[in-house]
């Protein structure tokens, strides 16, 4: 791990600017990913701003009927919220299928959200990764790609997100509410946050250089029937194949996301609109214009097969 500095950030405005004033800068909460690519020097950061003491770690009531929750609330807390639990089960489904408890204990939503790919070869700094090193090429397109993206890839890079929080908050329309340095406060919708890698796959987000994401929006309830599938190598600690968050209401008519598809959580209208078709039309929808290689075409059956898993569920009285 190489040298760096550290400081305690005294109020969100104060840490935003901080970071704009401090090159190379990052925001550190939890460190459950940020901690690990240091070591690997991934990340080299010369300067950390602890945001812990901010005071962002409640989830409150909006006046509209949903739930504010702050940038450092722990995912465990997150996902044993009686309101969250009632009303958006969806996600503490989703939270509690992702990492082990002892990481929920410490990871913090917004870092959740901003968390980096599980590309191995992101991960391995003797192959080319235009992630880590803009310009010097995706090794996992003519690599072992059986983990990585079949939507929203480019000639750059296959990676995928490997979120399982933030598939639900695509699912619920959350919104990402932001801090820049000079005080300007934003609303990103999730749908508008992960960018798709393009030809700047080392772009990963909206956010602009020292901004602050203070905390994260959802709309009011939707109802229905919660449903969150995750189909792994192992059955626990492991990341997505594919996942499905799915919200089912009345007359036939769902709502749908995707994990382990793409590198942003996966979600288009027609699979909606698909929904009183079933599950082969919902995946026929999701799925179009898929890109896949000899070793991630797999993707594309086991995407349906969960799907109909999904309905299966929701039909269960």
């Not at 704009?20 to 800068?25: F, I, M, S, V």
């Not at 082990?100 to 204990?105: K, T, V, Y």
């Not at 992630?131 to 890839?153: V, Y």
């Not at 602009?208 to 905390?215: D, M, N, R, Y």
């Amino acid at each position: 791990m190489k040298t760096f500095t550290y400081e305690r950030a005294t109020s969100p405005a104060a840490a935003a600017s901080a970071a704009a004033d401090r090159p190379g800068a990052r925001f550190i909460a939890g460190g459950t990913n940020l901690l690990d690519l240091m070591k690997l020097q991934i990340e080299t950061p010369a300067h950390l701003i602890d945001v812990n003491r901010l005071g962002l770690d409640r989830i409150e009531p909006t006046d509209e009927g949903g739930l504010r929750i702050g940038a450092l609330v722990r995912n465990s807390d997150l996902a044993g919220d009686k309101r969250v639990r009632s009303d958006y089960a969806v996600l503490s489904r989703a939270l509690l299928a992702g990492a082990s408890g002892q990481l929920r204990n410490k990871a913090t939503t917004a870092g959740n959200l901003l968390q980096r790919t599980r590309c191995p070869y992101f991960y391995d700094t003797t192959k080319p990764c235009n992630k880590r090193k803009p310009g010097s090429g995706c090794a996992a397109i003519k690599g072992f790609s059986r983990n990585l993206a079949i939507m929203g890839t480019s000639d750059a890079c296959i990676a995928t997100h490997p979120s399982d929080m933030a598939v639900a908050m695509r699912l619920l329309d959350a919104q990402v509410d932001t801090v820049s340095p000079d005080g300007t406060k934003r609303i990103i919708p999730i749908a508008d946050f992960h960018r798709l890698p393009g030809e700047t796959p080392h772009l990963e987000s909206a956010l602009a250089p020292g901004e602050l994401i203070v905390s994260v929006t959802l709309p009011k309830p939707l109802g229905g029937t919660h449903v969150y599938r995750k189909v792994r190598d192992r059955a626990s600690y492991a990341f997505a194949l594919v996942s499905v968050a799915a919200v089912f209401g009345k007359n036939g008519e769902a709502r749908f996301a995707f994990g382990g598809l793409a590198p942003k959580p996966w979600r288009v209208d027609a699979a909606d609109a698909a929904a009183k078709n079933g599950a082969g039309a919902v995946a026929e929808a999701a799925l179009a214009g898929a890109s896949v290689t000899r070793h991630n075409a797999f993707k594309k059956d086991l995407t349906a097969r969960t799907l109909a898993s999904v309905y299966a569920q929701e039909a269960r009285p």
